[in-house]
Nanobody
Framework: EVQLVESGGGLVQAGGSLRLSCAAS????????IGWFRQAPGKEREGVSC????????YYSDSVKGRFTISRDNTKNTVYLQMNTLKPEDTGVYYC?????????????WGQGTQVTVSS
């Protein structure tokens, strides 16, 4: 059974930092592209960042570019999202997801999410 488990969320003041982790099991981790998504209250889920298995390409939404960094540690089957200079609009539930293709493809497996709340 494939499992993705997010952790590292919490409450932080604007300007602060958090590091989210996504621990994967039940799959050959090295083969999977991993993405981070978020959903704010009353809004649709949006893509935040993605790390492709194809040449390790990384992608960021315009709203987080320059503030967030995605990385992976294949020895730990874990992907990280370092979030700096957080803003109240970054508040939401953050999900990681995995699939076998490029970042623009649909994601197959999803975690349960971790809450991030940024206070002003």
């Amino acid at each position: 059974e494939v499992q993705l488990v997010e952790s590292g969320g919490g409450l932080v003041q604007a300007g602060g930092s958090l590091r989210l982790s996504c621990a994967a099991s039940g799959l050959t981790f090295d083969d999977y592209t991993i993405g981070w998504f978020r959903q704010a209250p009353g809004k649709e889920r949006e893509g935040v960042s993605c790390l492709s298995i194809f040449e390790g390409r990384t992608y960021y939404s315009d709203s987080v570019k320059g503030r967030f960094t995605i990385s992976r540690d294949n020895t730990k089957n874990t992907v990280y999202l370092q979030m700096n200079t957080l803003k109240p609009e970054d508040t939401g539930v953050y999900y990681c997801a995995a699939q076998l293709r490029e970042c623009y493809s649909d994601f197959t497996y999803w975690g349960q999410g971790t809450q991030v709340t940024v206070s002003s």
